[in-house]
């Protein structure tokens, strides 16, 4: 049903100029990588503080707020390059599991980290160094799981 859409994005002028050049897919993705490590380090650093486990001399709510432009950044930069990536091989992509499960569980990875694990970590606790609550400890876990399973079916997809 999707396949004449998926088509039309390769044939675009982005998707033939990065699949005909020699440079543009390896430094697009070299880019999109770089993307991700900045991604699970904004995400990590908030993650593993509301399990309890990492910075715990730190509040929640600061890590939050410190990382929050690196979380933003990265995503403009993994968008900005997964794009003309995808345009570059869609019709590989359609026929791609990987890709699906990525792309099903972004949307959802997305909209935890921005409605529930944002507002989570933000909370004021009255103990700054609370090592966190079942909550704290649950979104945190969720948040990794969701991302872990993005990254993990995204770099799948170069090796299906």
Request: net charge positive; proline share 5%.
């Given at each position: 049903?999707?396949?004449p859409?998926f088509?039309?994005c ?16 390896p ?15 904004a995400?990590?650093v ?47 992509a ?14 959802v ?8 694990r944002?507002?989570v ?5 009255a ?7 079942v ?26």
């Amino acid at each position: 049903m999707l396949e004449p859409f998926f088509r039309w994005c390769e044939a675009t002028a982005i998707g033939q100029a990065v699949a005909q050049s020699v440079w543009a897919f390896p430094i697009l993705e070299a880019v999109h990588l770089i993307g991700l490590c900045m991604l699970g380090g904004a995400l990590l650093v908030v993650d593993l503080r509301l399990l309890g486990v990492g910075l715990t001399s730190q509040p929640v709510a600061r890590l939050a707020r410190y990382a929050r432009p690196w979380l933003i950044g990265s995503l403009v930069v993994m968008v900005t390059t997964g794009v003309p990536l995808f345009l570059s091989e869609a019709i590989r992509a359609y026929y791609n599991t990987s890709f699906w499960v990525k792309m099903c569980t972004l949307p959802v990875a997305l909209g935890f980290t921005f409605l529930v694990r944002e507002r989570v970590a933000r909370r004021e606790s009255a103990d700054p160094h609370d090592p966190g609550s079942v909550t704290d400890r649950a979104v945190g876990a969720v948040s990794l799981a969701l991302w872990f399973v993005v990254a993990a079916a995204g770099r799948w997809i170069g090796f299906s």
